[in-house]
């Protein structure tokens, strides 16, 4: 990648409009949408102050605090904040990201147009009902629309055993366990070759 960064997922909002895309596994409808700041700020600190999302994000912050904190990931062109929604209704929050100009780049060996990604359900009343999985699999769709893309990366938390299972069954492979400075976490893999043998091609 040249060292100007190409801002993450860039061709898919020139306008504000969410992205719908497909799954059939659900009657609900999936779109995605940037963050914005004010609009979103309230709504995921209160996602972060969770208790399903505490120990894997560790953002449980201030407001004060997480505003900056929100305001520097909406600066960085390497990654894109995404609300996920279904009928309309924000349910997720996604991070799309370039591997290489990412810290994940420093663990494995980082292709040029790698993509990465980290989701978290927000409202408790969609945890556990079968959601996560649909969404990260429209997201990668999303992410794999860029033609150069051929792997998706991912770390969740190595504690995190219902969050792995999750990106195994979108087609994820776990490479090993790495330690962060801020957790343990399984360095996971899908390529695209898996993603499409597993769900087929847009279209």
Not at 30 to 36: E, P
Not at 158 to 178: D, P, Y
Request: charged letters at 25%; aromatic letters at 10%.
């Amino acid at each position: 990648m040249n060292s100007a960064v190409i801002p993450n997922l860039s061709p898919l909002w020139d306008h504000d409009e969410p992205v719908q895309v497909g799954d059939h596994s659900l009657r609900e409808e999936i779109s995605f949408r940037r963050v914005l700041l004010e609009e979103d700020l309230d709504r995921l600190h209160n996602w972060q102050h969770q208790e399903h999302v505490i120990p894997y994000w560790q953002l449980n912050l201030p407001l004060p605090e997480y505003r900056r904190h929100l305001e520097g990931f909406l600066s960085t062109p390497h990654q894109t904040l995404c609300i996920g929604q279904l009928n309309g209704v924000p349910v997720s929050y996604f991070e799309s990201y370039w591997a290489a100009h990412d810290r994940i780049g420093a663990y494995y060996e980082a292709e040029q147009d790698d993509q990465g990604v980290h989701l978290l359900i927000g409202p408790p009343a969609f945890v556990g009902r079968g959601y996560a999985l649909p969404l990260l699999r429209a997201l990668v769709r999303l992410q794999l629309r860029h033609p150069g893309t051929e792997r998706i990366i991912a770390e969740p938390d190595a504690r995190n055993s219902r969050m792995r299972h999750i990106f195994e069954k979108c087609g994820f492979r776990l490479v090993r366990e790495l330690q962060l400075p801020e957790k343990r976490a399984s360095l996971m893999i899908l390529e695209r070759s898996v993603f499409e043998k597993l769900y087929g091609t847009e279209g």
